[in-house]
């Protein structure tokens, strides 16, 4: 398999976690979504920066590199980089939190998410994965 091969394999894992968050949307359980859009929008990433033939680090927040490698990208795509990290950074730091809580606190996971959150992270990642796929093909 070649770059672009493993690229499009990391894209389709991205849009089947995506579909995931969707089913646990229906189901309530927002924190969930919001910790599966981020590994989503992580994995869509990560593919892109493989399609630039970049090394992919191994961090959950890959909008950096994204940004300091922009210029291996199309300008459609370089573009849209900005909203691209931005998304990537505030998911990075709901990762931990929505599948814990908050520990400090001690309240659950469960209780500091609503379906606003939710209903953001889904669309965000949407878009994510919509500018990815338009660059994989």
Known sequence: MNNHQIAKSMLYRAEAILDEASYLYQKGHWNLVVRRCQESVELALKASLLWAGTEVPRIHDVGPILHREKNRFPDWFQAQIPRLTSISRKLRLER??????????????????????????????????DACKRLLT
């Open 96 to 129: 931990e939190v929505s599948f814990y809580g908050d520990e400090q606190s001690g309240i659950p996971a469960e209780e500091l998410y609503n379906e606003m959150d939710a209903r953001w992270a889904l669309e965000e990642t949407q878009w994510v994965l």
